[in-house]
Each structure stands twice: as C-alpha cells, then as structure tokens.
C-alpha cells in the first residue's frame, strides 16, 4: 500500500528521485504562519527544488540550503526540518518563531550554518546540537532561551561564531567550552549567567571577540584572557567582577578595539600601557572605582568613544585634565565623557583642538574651576554639552551660539554670572537648557523664542531680573517643564503662557510677579505641576483653571489673592493644594484634595471658615443677617433699580439669542452635503446642557470632550469641542475631518458626524461628534480614582488578565489597520490608556485624533518646509518615542513605542511617570530587568491574585491541573512583557512591526484559552 501510494506520487509530478525532502518541506510549512505569503510556491506542481529559499544539490537533488529570514514568518519550527539530512545552511533569523527548538536539528549533521537568531523561541538550548559537529557558525542571539548552556557544545570543534546573546539563559559557562579551538566570535551578553568566568577560555586562542556583559559573572578576569593576543572586543560590563587591570594590557592585547569594563567594582589606576593600543575604538569604564591619573591617549587615531564617569579618578589640583589635550589626535572622536569624578583645574584651551566630529561632551559632578573657554564654539558638531556641578565662573561665552546641532545644554550649579548671551537664541535644535542654580544677572533674552524645539527650559535659582518676555511663552514645543523659580522677576505673567498647551509643569515661585493669575492658564490641559507661591500675584483664581484636569500639584500660597476658593479645586486630580497666606474667605470646600488636611494648605487666611476640623477653622455662620432701620428705604430703591435694569438686560438677551439662532441656521456644515448627520451648535449645547463640567467626560489633545445625548432620537455621543486656540486645529479640522470618515475598523472610535459654525458668541467653533463608549477609558480601569467611586462599600473596577490581553489585541488590531491596510499610513501620534475606550462588551477602541498625521508625500514636505506647523511631533509626557524628542521624524515606529509603554503599564499598573521612575530608571528598564525569573514582582498584584485564586485541593489531579494553571498565566505575563518591552526598545529599528505583535498576542491569547 504505502509503495503503490509512493509511485502514484511520482506519477503525478512526474519527478523522479527522493521525495522525503518535500515532505519535510510540506510538513515544516504545516506548522508556519505566513502572512506575505512567500511559501505560496511550496506546492507539488513544481519541483521543490524551485521553492522559494529552497536550494540543492546538484548531484542529489537533496535540500543542501533553505534560507527564509526576515519573512514575518511564525509559528514553530516542525520537527521535521530534522529530515533534511543534506542541509548544509538553514537561515531562519528575523522572524517571528515561537517555542522551542526542536532536538531533531541535532540530526543535520552536514550542518554548518545554523541562523535561528532574532525570534521568539523559548526554552533550552538542544543539547543534540553537539551532533551537528560541522557547524561552523551557531547564532541564536535575541530569543527568549533559558536553562543551563549545554556543556555538549565544546565537541564542535570547528564552531567560529557562536552567539547566544540577549536570552534568558542561566547557570554558569561550561569550562569545557575551553575546547572549541576555532572559535573566533564567542557573545553571551544579556542573560543571567552566573559564577566565575572560565580560566580556560584562555585557550581560544583565535578568539577575536568576547562579549560576557549584563550578566552575574563574579571574581575577576583570568589573567589568561589577556593573554589572547587576536582579541579585538573584550565586553564584561554590567557584572559583579571586581580587581584591577595588569599594567602591560595595552601590549598583551595589541589588537583590542573595543574595551568596555563598565558597572563592575574595579579599583587600581589606568594602566599607562593603554596608550599603546592604537586601534582602539571604544573605552568605556563607567561605574567602576578606578584612581589616579588619566594617561596619555596620544596614540588613539581610531578612538571614538572614551567614557570614565563615575571613577575617584584626578584629585591632584594641578594637570588633573591634561589627558584632554592628548586626545587632538583622535580625529574621529564622537564621545567624550569624564564626570562624576575628582578631576579638578581649569577646562583647558586645547579643547578647541578636538575633533570636529566630538558629539557629546559631559564632566558633571567633578570640581572643575575656571571659567568656559570661548574656543569651545569650534566644536560644531556637538549634540550634548554638560558641565553640571562644577565650579566654573565667568559669562557664558556668546561663541556656544556657534553650536547649530547642539541639542541638550546643562551649565546648572556652577557659579555663572553676568548675562544669558542673546547667542543662545542661534541654538535652533536644543531641546534641553538647563542654567539653573549659578548668578546669572540681567532680563532673560526673547531671543530664546527661536529655540523651537525645547522641550525644557529650566533658568531657576539665579539673579535674573525684569519680566518673563512674551516670545518665550511662544515656544509650542515645551512639554517636560518650565522653571522661573528663585528670581528677582517681575511684571505679568504674560497672556501667551495660553500657548504652552503641552507643558507639564511650570514653577515661578519665589520671584516678584504681579497682576492677576492669566485666565489662559486653563487653556495648558496637559499640566501637571504648576508653582505660583511667594509671589505678588493679586485678584481671585480664574474659572478657567478648572480646565486642568490632569493637575496634581498646585501652590498659590504667600500672594495677595482672595474671594472664595472655588468649589472646582475639589473637582481635579490635586494630590497637593497650596493656598496658604492669601487673604480667601468663607466656606472651604469638602470634597477632593480638601478631604486630606496633609495635602491642603490653608494658613495664614483669617477670613476662611468650615472645612475639615484639622484646619482649625470657625464654623461658618449660615444665617442671613437682618438689617432695619433707617435704609430700608433706601434698599428698596436701589432693588427696584436693579430689577429693572436686570429686566432691560434679559429682553436684550434674548433678543441677541434670536438673532444667533437666526444666524446659527445659516452656517451650513459642509459635511450635510455628503450625507453626515446636520449638527448644530444649538443642538450639541442642549444636547450637553450647555458643555456642563457634570457631563464632562476628560480633555483630549484638541479640546474637551462632553458626554451629550439628541433628543430627537435619544442618542447618547461624545462632542469633542475643538479648542481652536491651539495652533493648526483650525486649518487642520475639515481635512482631518474627511480622512476620519474613510476609517472604519471595529477597534477604532466611529466619528458620527461634524459640526463647524458660531457660537453665541460669534466665535468660531468647531467640533466632533463620535460614539460614546460606556465604560469610559482604559486609563480609569488602570488607575481608578478613589473619589469617582459612588460608595464606600464600592470596590474599584479592575480588569482581569484575559480582558488585559483582550484589549492589547484589540488597541494592536487598530494600529495595524492604520499603518498598514489603509491608503497611506497613518500614524495616532499620541497612543495612551485615556485615548483607548471601552464599550459595554469592553471592546477597545482608540480615540482622539487630535494629533493624527498622514505619511503622505505632501505631508512629508510640510514638515519640512514649516518644523513647527499642526503636522509637527507632539505626544504625552512618558509615551513619545526617544527620537520625537531627539527631533526624529514621525514614524509608525513611534507608534509602537507608545504601544509597548501602554502595554507595560496594562500589566505591571504603574504609569510611565510614576515617582518612583528616577535617576536613569523608567518603565521600559523596570521591566526588562524583570524578565524572565522576577516578573510576579513587577506585574499587577491582581493579576497574581486572580490567577491564585482557585482553592488548592487535597485531590492530586486537581491540584496538578491548579499548578498547571499557574504556571501558564506565569508564562503569558512573561511573554506579554517581553513583548512590551520589545515594542518600547529605544532604538525605532529594534521595535516589532504592530503587525508582528497582534498576531504573538493572539498566539498567547490561545493558549491561555487552552488552558
């Protein structure tokens, strides 16, 4: 039977020789998912050997090749791929398998390249591997393997390259794999290897790179290793190894070019034999504890990179920075980096000697004295530059306005003085000044406006006097915060602070600024810190501030304002209030902030009654005073005036309304012509009970959006109102608008129709109408407010691990439609928890389009011709990618940044600024130092008490089925954050395609259902 079945084969074709290739072949393609396509070919009307990626041999017609990287392939490696017995190379690398790799590759022995690297496989490392003794080349780099490293390997003795870097893999490193005596390229970088690097490894004699950081080793170097003269790369950073270097280094390893010792506990000096590696390229010894005297680098022609921050290095007064002057020969320096030792002196004039091609300068936190030598405008091609913490004195020289690129400027805490140069304004690219904390004298300069690419200004605690300049308030871009503190600054608070709409904290406290509080404040909705204390503001607090829904810290104490503390301060998210040493009276609000006596401020007003009895204030008298006598009379006079000109008002009133419900018919929406639902500005005001804050829903990117419902068909909607304020959201809306209604996918928010017209104002205004969602957004499940819950004995909503997963596909499903499946790419540009909504099934939906942009040609050269237009990068504090702030262009990419922080903060509930991101640590780091053996200590609390939540049982089967379960959600939560952190990498060109993670997400979210 089976041989009449193989000759009816071979009939069919008509192919003469071995077929089990082809079986293999077809078996292995069972197991893929293809969505390109590519394996389209693999079918039997063709020869197998024709197949895509297929080559063979020509004497057998044997499969000696099959090579399918970078296809968007997944699925698992079938086992089958084991029969290919004549294969020779088989290149899977860049894509997207999962799972384990199969032990049957073991049976390749003809095998000599074996490429699995860049995929998602998990599991051990086959110790069958040993079987393929012809392997030259052996790269499983960037999976996610775990287990011990298989001491069978060190039997491929003509293995070159072996790669098993950025994995999960443990215990210590075989001392066998001293044995691999051809071996040239050894990377275990990026695992949880443990114990002592192998002295044995000194026997690789050929070996030219050696890359063991972000690991555990412990011990020190084996003297052997630097006994290996080939080397090129020696890579142990990021361990625990401690020790000092020999002296003869640079002579024992004549050919290093890359030398990172980097976060270890090395002590003893530089060796002064280092000069004589005149190859190399990198050095980098950051975080050690490393003394004495730098020597010399005169020999270094090909050094680019040189960082030895945090050492006890100098400390001899006198020539402690003379090695800076040695490095004028190495014309291809980028990198330059000494701070956070003891280095003292003055910075010397040779600076102006160093390579053009220096990018970044940082000697923080060292006692360097002396002033800033003008020479440094010479380096015109320096991105960074930073000498916080030193002693220098002097003016700023006007020659750092030489420094187009320059992109992060820090001179804070130095003892600065005279003028800020007017030059700084030539600083076009900057995104980061920071001058604060030195004795910096006259007004600041309005030429600052021409920075228009900042993101922080911070000039706080110096002796700046006269007014903050209107211009400054001009700079759009400012988002991460605005610091004017510790001044002699007067006048007004200028009108155009308004335009700051993306700033998240603003401090002005401590100066001499007067006037009343700008209403236009309210129109910065983004803020989250604003700081007004000890200043000479007067008036009441403008009704506008209550636009500030995001605001948690506000201090308003020791000014001279007064009237009643409006009730909206218990309306916002205020963790901290401050209203102390005004002059308020009457009651003091109950709800919000004023619940908590810690947080709320309010000494130093005797006018002030009510609240809290830790405020320590009088009742508040609640009966109406009665007055007789002789003004009666007079009283009725003037309340009879009152009432009838009260009377002339109301009839103007209405006769004005009239007239704009006249007019308000006349405004035609352009969309009724194309067949959308005719909208007015009447109907939405009804509608929301005149934009009431009770039917306020959140402030989004353009405007606020208010919960309204229609009454000729009962119709609950969301109105988004524009805030036409804000820069190209006016020129921008009819074309956006257009887009919007050519979108149609379930997991994004169906925008119903328009409305642009007057108000009763006469003003324009302009707004979207979009479906309303009954669970409100993703950003309240995740961080619940205590406050918005109805009753005490009302738990806070949470969102269970299956319906986490469920809207991770959902909110992925979206942006792969954006990017990928309609008429050009579309890009959100502004992904966050409060811009995801769910409907009543908690199906998710991405909303708010304010600040969608179109990768279209015309699009491309807008951005170009006008940097600052409505098509420029913005975004929320914690979800823009890197490169937006770095000035990069808008990507897709940037889309998938804002997704993995999103998905991070789904699974571990703590947003991306939470408090406890500091100093160098954030989200992205927090995770993926969690992966994979501690990730029950960085997820939601919930999520491990659901999953433990089923009794455990004396029944035996029932309890293996429990551990079962628990080990599987383990499983899936590391998988989901392995995955978020792939999506967040700080370089766009290591993020997955959005594509790539809805269908991972789809595989776990099988398995969990399996399960």
Same mark, same amino acid.
């Given at each position: 039977?089976?041989?009449?079945?193989?000759?009816?084969?071979?009939?069919?074709?008509?192919?003469?020789?071995?077929?089990?290739?082809?079986?293999?072949?077809?078996?292995?393609?069972?197991?893929?998912?293809?969505?390109?396509?590519?394996?389209?070919?693999?079918?039997?009307?063709?020869?197998?050997?024709?197949?895509?990626?297929?080559?063979?041999?020509?004497?057998?017609?044997?499969?000696?090749?099959?090579?399918?990287?970078?296809?968007?392939?997944?699925?698992?490696?079938?086992?089958?791929?084991?029969?290919?017995?004549?294969?020779?190379?088989?290149?899977?690398?860049?894509?997207?398998?999962?799972?384990?790799?199969?032990?049957?590759?073991?049976?390749?022995?003809?095998?000599?390249?074996?490429?699995?690297?860049?995929?998602?496989?998990?599991?051990?490392?086959?110790?069958?591997?040993?079987?393929?003794?012809?392997?030259?080349?052996?790269?499983?780099?960037?999976?996610?393997?775990?287990?011990?490293?298989?001491?069978?390997?060190?039997?491929?003795?003509?293995?070159?390259?072996?790669?098993?870097?950025?994995?999960?893999?443990?215990?210590?490193?075989?001392?066998?794999?001293?044995?691999?005596?051809?071996?040239?390229?050894?990377?275990?970088?990026?695992?949880?290897?443990?114990?002592?690097?192998?002295?044995?490894?000194?026997?690789?004699?050929?070996?030219?790179?050696?890359?063991?950081?972000?690991?555990?080793?412990?011990?020190?170097?084996?003297?052997?290793?630097?006994?290996?003269?080939?080397?090129?790369?020696?890579?142990?950073?990021?361990?625990?190894?401690?020790?000092?270097?020999?002296?003869?280094?640079?002579?024992?390893?004549?050919?290093?070019?890359?030398?990172?010792?980097?976060?270890?506990?090395?002590?003893?000096?530089?060796?002064?034999?280092?000069?004589?590696?005149?190859?190399?390229?990198?050095?980098?010894?950051?975080?050690?504890?490393?003394?004495?005297?730098?020597?010399?680098?005169?020999?270094?022609?090909?050094?680019?990179?040189?960082?030895?921050?945090?050492?006890?290095?100098?400390?001899?007064?006198?020539?402690?920075?003379?090695?800076?002057?040695?490095?004028?020969?190495?014309?291809?320096?980028?990198?330059?980096?000494?701070?956070?030792?003891?280095?003292?002196?003055?910075?010397?004039?040779?600076?102006?000697?160093?390579? +053009?091609? /220096?990018?970044? =300068?940082?000697?923080?936190?060292?006692? #360097? !004295? *002396?002033?800033? %030598?003008?020479? $440094? @405008? &010479?380096? +015109?091609? /320096?991105?960074? =530059?930073?000498?916080?913490?030193?002693? #220098? !004195? *002097?003016?700023? %020289?006007?020659? $750092? @306005? &030489?420094?187009?690129? /320059?992109?992060?400027?820090?001179?804070?805490?130095?003892?600065? !003085?005279?003028?800020? %140069?007017?030059?700084? @304004? &030539?600083?076009?690219? /900057?995104?980061?000044?920071?001058?604060?904390?030195?004795?910096?004298?006259?007004?600041? %300069?309005?030429?600052?406006?021409?920075?228009?690419?900042?993101?922080?200004?911070?000039?706080?605690?110096?002796?700046?006097?006269?007014?903050?300049?209107?211009?400054?308030?001009?700079?759009?871009?400012?988002?991460?915060?605005?610091?004017?503190?510790?001044?002699?600054?007067?006048?007004?608070?200028?009108?155009?602070?308004?335009?700051?709409?993306?700033?998240?904290?603003?401090?002005?406290?401590?100066?001499?600024?007067?006037?009343?509080?700008?209403?236009?404040?309210?129109?910065?909705?983004?803020?989250?810190?604003?700081?007004?204390?000890?200043?000479?503001?007067?008036?009441?607090?403008?009704?506008?501030?209550?636009?500030?829904?995001?605001?948690?810290?506000?201090?308003?104490?020791?000014?001279?304002?007064?009237?009643?503390?409006?009730?909206?301060?218990?309306?916002?998210?205020?963790?901290?209030?401050?209203?102390?040493?005004?002059?308020?009276?009457?009651?003091?609000?109950?709800?919000?902030?004023?619940?908590?006596?810690?947080?709320?401020?309010?000494?130093?007003?005797?006018?002030?009654?009510?609240?809290?009895?830790?405020?320590?204030?009088?009742?508040?008298?609640?009966?109406?005073?009665?007055?007789?006598?002789?003004?009666?009379?007079?009283?009725?006079?003037?309340?009879?005036?009152?009432?009838?000109?009260?009377?002339?008002?109301?009839?103007?009133?209405?006769?004005?309304?009239?007239?704009?419900?006249?007019?308000?018919?006349?405004?035609?929406?352009?969309?009724?012509?194309?067949?959308?639902?005719?909208?007015?500005?009447?109907?939405?005001?009804?509608?929301?009970?005149?934009?009431?804050?009770?039917?306020?829903?959140?402030?989004?990117?353009?405007?606020?959006?208010?919960?309204?419902?229609?009454?000729?068909?009962?119709?609950?909607?969301?109105?988004?109102?524009?805030?036409?304020?804000?820069?190209?959201?006016?020129?921008?809306?009819?074309?956006?608008?257009?887009?919007?209604?050519?979108?149609?996918?379930?997991?994004?928010?169906?925008?119903?129709?328009?409305?642009?017209?007057?108000?009763?104002?006469?003003?324009?205004?302009?707004?979207?109408?979009?479906?309303?969602?009954?669970?409100?957004?993703?950003?309240?499940?995740?961080?619940?407010?205590?406050?918005?819950?109805?009753?005490?004995?009302?738990?806070?909503?949470?969102?269970?691990?299956?319906?986490?997963?469920?809207?991770?596909?959902?909110?992925?499903?979206?942006?792969?439609?954006?990017?990928?499946?309609?008429?050009?790419?579309?890009?959100?540009?502004?992904?966050?928890?409060?811009?995801?909504?769910?409907?009543?099934?908690?199906?998710?939906?991405?909303?708010?389009?304010?600040?969608?942009?179109?990768?279209?040609?015309?699009?491309?050269?807008?951005?170009?011709?006008?940097?600052?237009?409505?098509?420029?990068?913005?975004?929320?504090?914690?979800?823009?990618?890197?490169?937006?702030?770095?000035?990069?262009?808008?990507?897709?990419?940037?889309?998938?940044?804002?997704?993995?922080?999103?998905?991070?903060?789904?699974?571990?509930?703590?947003?991306?600024?939470?408090?406890?991101?500091?100093?160098?640590?954030?989200?992205?780091?927090?995770?993926?130092?969690?992966?994979?053996?501690?990730?029950?200590?960085?997820?939601?609390?919930?999520?491990?008490?659901?999953?433990?939540?089923?009794?455990?049982?004396?029944?035996?089967?029932?309890?293996?089925?429990?551990?079962?379960?628990?080990?599987?959600?383990?499983?899936?939560?590391?998988?989901?954050?392995?995955?978020?952190?792939?999506?967040?990498?700080?370089?766009?060109?290591?993020?997955?395609?959005?594509?790539?993670?809805?269908?991972?997400?789809?595989?776990?979210?099988?398995?969990?259902?399996?399960?």
């Amino acid at each position: 039977m089976v041989a009449l079945f193989s000759c009816s084969v071979c009939s069919a074709n008509r192919i003469p020789g071995n077929h089990s290739d082809q079986f293999a072949l077809l078996e292995f393609k069972a197991a893929l998912h293809d969505p390109l396509g590519v394996l389209d070919s693999w079918n039997t009307t063709i020869h197998f050997c024709q197949w895509y990626g297929v080559a063979c041999g020509k004497r057998h017609q044997r499969v000696t090749s099959l090579d399918l990287q970078s296809q968007k392939l997944g699925g698992i490696i079938s086992p089958s791929i084991g029969n290919l017995t004549f294969l020779r190379v088989l290149n899977l690398q860049n894509n997207s398998f999962h799972l384990r790799i199969p032990p049957e590759v073991g049976h390749l022995y003809r095998l000599r390249v074996l490429l699995f690297n860049n995929n998602s496989l998990d599991g051990p490392i086959p110790p069958s591997l040993s079987r393929c003794f012809n392997l030259i080349t052996l790269c499983v780099h960037v999976n996610m393997l775990e287990g011990n490293l298989p001491a069978e390997l060190s039997s491929l003795s003509k293995l070159k390259e072996l790669r098993l870097d950025m994995n999960a893999l443990s215990g210590p490193i075989p001392s066998s794999y001293g044995n691999l005596s051809s071996l040239e390229d050894l990377r275990a970088s990026r695992n949880e290897l443990v114990g002592m690097i192998p002295d044995t490894l000194g026997s690789l004699q050929n070996l030219k790179v050696l890359a063991l950081g972000d690991n555990n080793f412990v011990g020190t170097i084996p003297v052997s290793i630097f006994n290996i003269s080939s080397l090129e790369v020696l890579d142990v950073a990021k361990n625990h190894l401690v020790g000092s270097l020999p002296s003869d280094l640079g002579f024992t390893l004549p050919t290093l070019q890359f030398l990172s010792l980097a976060v270890n506990h090395f002590t003893g000096p530089i060796p002064k034999s280092l000069s004589n590696l005149s190859d190399l390229s990198l050095f980098n010894i950051n975080l050690n504890n490393f003394t004495g005297e730098v020597p010399s680098f005169q020999k270094m022609n090909e050094l680019r990179a040189m960082a030895i921050g945090d050492n006890h290095l100098g400390g001899r007064q006198v020539g402690d920075l003379n090695f800076l002057c040695t490095l004028t020969n190495s014309t291809k320096l980028e990198i330059l980096q000494f701070k956070v030792n003891k280095f003292e002196g003055n910075i010397p004039e040779c600076i102006s000697n160093l390579s +053009i091609t /220096l990018q970044l =300068f940082s000697s923080c936190d060292n006692m #360097i !004295s *002396g002033g800033l %030598p003008g020479t $440094i @405008g &010479n380096l +015109i091609n /320096l991105e960074l =530059f930073e000498v916080v913490g030193n002693n #220098i !004195s *002097g003016n700023i %020289p006007s020659e $750092i @306005g &030489n420094l187009a690129r /320059l992109k992060q400027l820090d001179l804070s805490l130095n003892e600065f !003085s005279e003028e800020i %140069p007017h030059t700084v @304004g &030539n600083l076009s690219m /900057l995104t980061y000044l920071n001058l604060a904390s030195n004795s910096l004298q006259g007004a600041i %300069p309005s030429s600052l406006s021409k920075c228009r690419s900042l993101l922080l200004l911070d000039l706080a605690d110096n002796k700046l006097s006269g007014a903050i300049p209107p211009e400054i308030m001009e700079i759009s871009s400012l988002s991460i915060y605005a610091d004017f503190s510790g001044n002699n600054l007067t006048g007004k608070l200028p009108l155009e602070v308004g335009n700051l709409k993306n700033l998240g904290a603003l401090y002005l406290e401590e100066n001499r600024i007067s006037g009343e509080i700008p209403g236009n404040l309210g129109s910065c909705i983004m803020m989250e810190i604003l700081y007004m204390q000890d200043n000479l503001f007067e008036g009441s607090i403008p009704s506008s501030l209550s636009n500030l829904k995001g605001i948690q810290e506000l201090n308003l104490s020791k000014n001279m304002l007064y009237g009643q503390i409006p009730k909206f301060l218990e309306d916002l998210n205020l963790t901290s209030l401050g209203l102390a040493f005004n002059e308020f009276e009457g009651a003091v609000p109950t709800g919000g902030v004023f619940r908590n006596a810690s947080a709320t401020s309010l000494i130093g007003n005797k006018d002030l009654c009510g609240g809290l009895a830790e405020f320590r204030l009088p009742k508040c008298n609640t009966e109406e005073p009665r007055r007789v006598g002789t003004m009666s009379v007079v009283r009725i006079i003037i309340i009879s005036s009152v009432s009838g000109l009260l009377g002339l008002l109301l009839i103007l009133v209405l006769l004005y309304i009239l007239w704009c419900r006249r007019q308000s018919k006349t405004t035609a929406s352009e969309f009724s012509r194309d067949g959308l639902l005719k909208v007015s500005y009447q109907s939405l005001l009804k509608a929301t009970n005149g934009f009431s804050s009770i039917n306020l829903i959140g402030s989004g990117s353009f405007g606020s959006v208010f919960r309204g419902v229609f009454d000729w068909n009962q119709t609950v909607v969301a109105v988004m109102v524009l805030n036409l304020m804000r820069y190209g959201a006016a020129k921008s809306f009819i074309s956006e608008c257009k887009a919007l209604r050519n979108i149609r996918h379930r997991n994004l928010v169906k925008v119903i129709t328009a409305c642009s017209g007057t108000d009763y104002q006469g003003n324009d205004f302009k707004a979207l109408i979009y479906e309303f969602m009954v669970n409100g957004s993703l950003d309240r499940w995740l961080h619940p407010v205590v406050e918005m819950i109805e009753t005490e004995e009302e738990a806070p909503r949470q969102l269970n691990l299956l319906q986490r997963l469920n809207i991770t596909i959902d909110v992925a499903s979206a942006l792969d439609y954006l990017h990928n499946h309609f008429d050009v790419p579309i890009v959100h540009c502004d992904l966050k928890p409060s811009n995801v909504l769910l409907d009543d099934e908690m199906t998710a939906h991405v909303g708010d389009f304010g600040l969608v942009r179109f990768l279209s040609a015309e699009a491309t050269r807008e951005l170009i011709a006008d940097p600052s237009s409505s098509i420029g990068v913005k975004g929320s504090i914690g979800y823009i990618a890197p490169e937006y702030g770095a000035g990069g262009e808008v990507s897709t990419h940037g889309d998938v940044y804002s997704y993995g922080i999103l998905v991070l903060e789904m699974f571990t509930g703590k947003r991306p600024t939470d408090e406890m991101f500091t100093d160098g640590l954030n989200l992205h780091s927090f995770a993926i130092a969690a992966l994979p053996e501690q990730v029950s200590q960085v997820v939601d609390p919930f999520l491990l008490q659901e999953s433990q939540g089923v009794e455990s049982s004396q029944n035996s089967v029932r309890a293996r089925r429990h551990s079962n379960r628990l080990q599987k959600v383990q499983e899936c939560l590391v998988s989901i954050i392995r995955l978020g952190v792939l999506c967040s990498s700080e370089s766009p060109g290591d993020r997955m395609n959005i594509a790539d993670v809805a269908t991972a997400l789809r595989v776990i979210h099988k398995e969990l259902l399996e399960n």
